[in-house]
Structure formats: structure tokens, C-alpha cells
């Protein structure tokens, strides 16, 4: 770390630094944050001085970077943010008044001021704080969060509720980190202009949401000046004047002309917002006074804040993308890359962002497309690479299958890196745009199954139940590494759409071919041969299968292909063996064992068919490998209820046990 970034930190690590050799929790030593110490809910903090707001903020700050850092988790976001949440608390009646808030890894401050600050080390570990906003979380979670872009609707929804109710509680949503560039917030914007709610919508506007923002509307924002002026001139103006005279309307009409000259805020005036800003908002007591000026006014209203992402650490302000989310590390030295040549397995993330490049020099017209996912979906070499065939198109997962299936009937072959989770936002456009016109359109579905820190709302558990229905979809599940490279092969060259959908982290270790080769679509491939019982694993869980079917001598088959199955193979099972059991790392209601009992049941055969896979339930937070073993995936879990199932094929020395 440079001299200059040190001196940087100022006030921040004298307040920090002291605990970072201590293994004690942040706040036992209280004297640190003399104020900090003292809130325990909002209505603390309301006992303060508004001079002390500022000396708060920098505690909390402070108290965020030595939090985040000893345990890991979103970073840069929740730094944006501390005045904004320090104003928002003390001015409104939480959690009466309702603050919703969007893309919730801007919450951690939120977190810590409504009383869950001692436990904010424990947040994306299991059983501890999750990592957005949850309303089984704390009263003050008034919506639920994790994916982006809902702020504006729901908090629509309680303004009109509370308005049909004639309750008078306060209504702001919060929504920033990239979230305008997603159709549904216009869609919330252009509803909430007509119906005349009382709602505040409070821009966010730090330029970010991983990666950087794209698309016209970030530009648009980024035009915006410092209008304070303007603003403070229009508002005294308008309050001189007796309200709907001529003199009134003029200067209404005015205002609407010179101020886009200056800003272009007009697109919310037009939309039925009554804009204020851009305000800086790491200035408190700016912003605490331009709150006060918007909070008691009637009708739609948008307050325009301009922050910067990893605020007051300065590495992160340096390296926003880098510090979204961070493993632990040591405040002073920052973030240290592995050095090079440091050896770790390779994850299905980067199998993938190789493919691609490799396909890509292969074939001119293949197109890279993700929905503001260029870092967390392995786009970043080929966005270099090939920048005039990459498509960074925000936070609009709809347009992204849809502009895919645009460029495929023209002849290109579009690739869709998306997550299992964002692909459920854009379902009837996987239906009705491209498997309905049966579209060369090859998905890239990373993140499937169970994910790990970031909680049910990020969880891949339901894709094969969800594209396993859809004609004309190829859908496959790579047991390993290499495995995967053919697949994405095999569903590139497929006239067609086709899906391939890997975990999070990496797989067994497979040694990876270089070439390009494809798999016989709809074939499995027997892993290991055995009697009486039968393991038809997909995906991920092949491994533990093998592991298990060694242990009880039975066969275990790498399924490959959740769609189409390969039909003869699990027939000729059926009939050999006595028992089967499929395997999956994804909901067992409608998954892939669903579609093999789907098989033998239109055959009319009947064996015996445990089905095992993820529970009908949302999986909270916790690490891949523990949420594993809850739900019973691991090897250990998959032994017992095969032999609780099947006590038959116990081998001799498990027998005692079962």
C-alpha cells in the first residue's frame, strides 16, 4: 500500500485498527465508537444531536470495514451508504415508516443501526445475519431482498395500501447499485407517476452495480449537474405563488423547459416524479436537509443522491469491482491477490470463460451476452477479447433472452451467461422467444444448485425442474470439468436451444482437453458396473455417487443429460437391477429424477425409485459444503438413506449399522 493511500484512511483505521489484532468481538471495547456503542435501535439514534451525525457516520464506517473484513462479505455498496442510511434512520419513524431497499448488499449499515450490530460478523455464515434484507429477520426488513430492482414496486404497493387505509406512515425505497437499468423499476416508475402515491423513490446513483453500469440511462444520469441551485430557486418560487394561477403555471411550465437545459431530470418529471437533485450524498448535512424537504411532500417524489461505491477506504474506491464482496482481510493491507503461479483448482466459472474464447476465435459468429454479470459469469477475458461480439446489457435479464434470440434468427449463435437464479426472470422470454421458435440460443447457467453464502434468493435449486418442461431445450449437467468444455460444445453445435447448468466453485479436478468436442446428445455413460442397486447421478453428483456405489457394489451412472434422458440405458437398468436411485443437486419436485419415474412409469415398469435431491424447502445461507450435508447430498447422507431405503445392499461390514 502506497504512503498516499495510507494517509488516506485518516480517522477510520484510528478507530479500527486496534481490534484487528484482538479476536474479540468489535464492540467490546465500546470505547472506540463512543457513539456507535450507544445505538441499539433507531430510536438511539434519534437521541443524538444532528451535529453528531457526521462523528456517527465516520464510526460506523469504521466499524463496517473492521466488520466486513474480519469475516468477508459485501463491501464497497454498504460503505456508499452509511450517511444515507444515518439520515434515513434519524429522520424517519422506522419501522412504521417503511424503507425498502433494493440490490440488499447496501444493507449491512442498515443492519447495524437496527439492532443487529454485535452480530454482524456472523452475517453469510449458517445461522447467522443473512446477507440481505429478510423480513423473518427484523422488523425493520419491511421487504425481502436479493435480487435488484424490486425496491420501487413494492414500495409502491405499500404507499397505495397505506393511502386506501388513510394511514399516514412515510414510504421510501432506496434503490441503487446498478438497479435503474432494469426495465421492471420503469415499469414501477411509470405506474407510480399515474396513481399519485405518496412515495419517496431515492436514487442511489454511484455509477456501479458489479461491474459498471452500461446502457443509456447511466448515461443520462451521468450528464446530471449540481443543481442545488436551481432546485432551491423553483421551490421558494412556487411557494411565493398562489398555486394554480397563471403566474403559478407559468413558471411550472418554465421550470420543466430551463431545467433540462441544465439537467436531464425531465424523464422523471415526465413519468410523474417530482425530481430534486443530484444531491452529494456523503454530505450530511446536505442531505439530512434535503430529506427534510421531501419527506412531508404529497404526490411521487425522487431525491437524486450521488454517492461512491467503497466509500472512505480508499482501495475500494479505487478497485469498486474488486471490493464488492470480499473474503477476509486485513484492513491495512488490503485485499492481496494470489500470487502468481499459485496453484488451485480451476472453477466451472472459468471452464466456461475459456470455452468461450476458444469457440469464439473458432467461430465469428458466436456473440457473448450477460445481464450485468461480466466478473461473476467469466466474461472478463473475452470482453477483451472480442469486445464488438460482447454485450454487457445491464440488469435487464428479459432483453438479454430475448436480444439473443434476435441475433439468432439473423444467423449468429448467441451465448447467454446467466445465473440459475436470473434465469427465472426471464422464463416466458426462454419460452415464448426461443424454445417456442426453436432458436440456436446456447444458455450458460452458472451458480445451479445449492449456491452457499448468499442465501435462498440466490439459490440455483430449481432450473432442471424448470427448463426440464420446455420443448425443444437440450438440457445437460457435466459431472466434472472437462465434462463441461463438451458440453457447451455439444449445445453450441446443437440446431436448437440448449442449456448446460454447473455449480458454483470447481468440480472434481478433471484434466481438460483442449479441443472442441462434442457429446452424442441424450447419452449417458456408466461410471461404474454393479448388482442389485443402481445410482443415476446428474451433474454434481456424480462424485459422491461413485463414492457411495463403490462402498455398496452398486453401478453408478453419469447421467449427462437431464433432457433428453437417455431412454434405453435407464430402461435396461430398470430391468437388471432391483432397486434404482437418482441423484441431483436440485428440487426433487419435477427435477430429473421426476422425469426418469415419468420414463418408467409410461413403460409400465415398476422398480423401486428413491429419489434424492434438494427438500421442498428454501435452503438459507451457509458454505456449499454445509447446506450439502443438510439436505443430505454429501456421500455420508446419500449412504444413509439408500441403505434406511434399501437395507438389502449393505455390505457386510455396514450391516451392525443400519
Known amino acids: 500500500m502506497t504512503n498516499d493511500c495510507e494517509a488516506a484512511f485518516g480517522h477510520i483505521f484510528a478507530l479500527a485498527l486496534p481490534a484487528l489484532t484482538s479476536n474479540n468481538t468489535p464492540m467490546t471495547n465500546p470505547a472506540r465508537y463512543p457513539l456507535l456503542s450507544q445505538i441499539d435501535s433507531p430510536v438511539d439514534l434519534k437521541k443524538l444531536r444532528e451535529e453528531q451525525l457526521p462523528a456517527l457516520a465516520e464510526e460506523l464506517r469504521a466499524y463496517l470495514i473492521e466488520s466486513v473484513a474480519s469475516v468477508g462479505g459485501h463491501f464497497g455498496a454498504g ?22 431497499w433494493d440490490v440488499g448488499h447496501q444493507c449491512y449499515p442498515h443492519k447495524i443501526l437496527t439492532g443487529r450490530r454485535d452480530a454482524i460478523t456472523t452475517i453469510k455464515q449458517k445461522d447467522g445475519l443473512a446477507p440481505f434484507a429478510k423480513r423473518a429477520e427484523s422488523e425493520y426488513d419491511v421487504f425481502g431482498v436479493g435480487h435488484s430492482s424490486t425496491s420501487v414496486s413494492a414500495a409502491l404497493g405499500m404507499a397505495i395500501a397505506a393511502q386506501r ?34 412515495l419517496l423513490v431515492i436514487l442511489n446513483d454511484n455509477g456501479m452495480s458489479i461491474s459498471e453500469n452500461v446502457g443509456a440511462t447511466t448515461k443520462m444520469l451521468a450528464r446530471l449537474l449540481a443543481s442545488r441551485r436551481l432546485n432551491l430557486w423553483r421551490e421558494r418560487t412556487k411557494r411565493a405563488l398562489k ?126 451476452i450477460t445481464p450485468a454479470m461480466r466478473e461473476g459469469s467469466g466474461l472478463v477475458r473475452f470482453s477483451k477479447e472480442f469486445p464488438d461480439r460482447y454485450f454487457d446489457v445491464a440488469i435487464a435479464e428479459q432483453h438479454a433472452v430475448t436480444l439473443a434470440a434476435g441475433m439468432a434468427c439473423e444467423g449468429a449463435h448467441p451465448v447467454v451467461a446467466i445465473y440459475s437464479t436470473f434465469l427465472q426472470r426471464a422464463y416466458d422470454q426462454l ?40 420443448p425443444n431445450l437440450v438440457v445437460m449437467a457435466p459431472a466434472d470439468e472437462n465434462e463441461c468444455r463438451q458440453m457447451l460444445t455439444t449445445g453450441y453445435r446443437h440446431d436448437g436451444p440448449a442449456a448446460v447448468r454447473y455449480p458454483r466453485g470447481s468440480g472434481p479436478g478433471a484434466a481438460i482437453e483442449r479441443e472442441l468436442t462434442a457429446l452424442p446428445i441424450g447419452r449417458a455413460q456408466v461410471r461404474r458396473h454393479g448388482r442389485g442397486l443402481a445410482l443415476l447421478a446428474f451433474g454434481c453428483m456424480v462424485a459422491p455417487a461413485e463414492q457411495v456405489g463403490a462402498e455398496l457394489e452398486a453401478t453408478v451412472v453419469n447421467m449427462r443429460f437431464v ?16 432397486a434404482l436411485v437418482t441423484l441431483e443437486d436440485n428440487a426433487v419436485a419435477g427435477g430429473a429424477g421426476s422425469g426418469v419415474a415419468e420414463l418408467l412409469s409410461a413403460r409400465g415398469i415398476e422398480v423401486p425409485v428413491l429419489h434424492l435431491g434438494l427438500p421442498d424447502a428454501f435452503l438459507e445461507h451457509g458454505s456449499r459444503e454445509e447446506l450439502l450435508g443438510d439436505a443430505g447430498l454429501d456421500a455420508a447422507g446419500i449412504r444413509a438413506a439408500i441403505l434406511a431405503r434399501f437395507p438389502q445392499f449393505a455390505p457386510p461390514q455396514l450391516r451392525d449399522a443400519v
Open 563 to 578: 433432457k433428453p434422458l437417455d431412454g434405453d440405458l435407464t430402461l435396461k437398468l430398470a430391468r437388471s437391477h432391483r
Open 243 to 368: 398555486p394554480r394561477s397563471l403566474l403559478w403555471r407559468f413558471i411550472k411550465r418554465w421550470e420543466e423547459h430551463a431545467k433540462g437545459m441544465f439537467v436531464p431530470s425531465t424523464l422523471f418529471e415526465e413519468l410523474g416524479f417530482h425530481y430534486t437533485g443530484p444531491v452529494d450524498g456523503h454530505d450530511l448535512p446536505t442531505l439530512l436537509h434535503s430529506l427534510k424537504t421531501v419527506r412531508d411532500l404529497r404526490g411521487p417524489q425522487l431525491l437524486h443522491v450521488i454517492t461512491t461505491k467503497g466509500k472512505g477506504y480508499a482501495p475500494a474506491e479505487h478497485a469498486q469491482i474488486e471490493y464488492h464482496a470480499v473474503s477476509p482481510f486485513d484492513p491495512k493491507q488490503g485485499v492481496v491477490k494470489k500470487p502468481a503461479g499459485a496453484t488451485k483448482k480451476i472453477s466451472y466459472t472459468e471452464v466456461f470463460g475459456d470455452w468461450l474464447c476458444d469457440m469464439a476465435a473458432a467461430d465469428a459468429n458466436l456473440y457473448g
Open 431 to 470: 419460452i415464448h422467444d426461443v424454445a417456442l421458435q426453436d432458436l440456436p440460443v446456447l444458455f450458460a447457467i452458472d451458480r445451479a444448485g445449492v449456491v452457499g453464502p448468499d442465501g435462498p434468493t440466490h439459490a440455483g435449486s430449481f432450473d432442471l425442474t424448470y427448463l426440464r418442461c420446455i
Open 79 to 100: 460503505l456508499g451508504v452509511v450517511e444515507l442510511t444515518v439520515a434515513l434512520q434519524y429522520l424517519y419513524d422506522t419501522p412504521r415508516d417503511r424503507i425498502v
Open 165 to 198: 387505509r388513510h394511514d399516514d406512515r412515510r414510504i421510501v425505497a432506496v434503490i441503487g447499485d446498478g438497479a435503474m437499468t432494469a426495465g421492471m423499476a420503469f415499469e414501477a416508475l411509470n405506474h407510480g407517476g399515474d396513481v399519485d402515491a405518496d
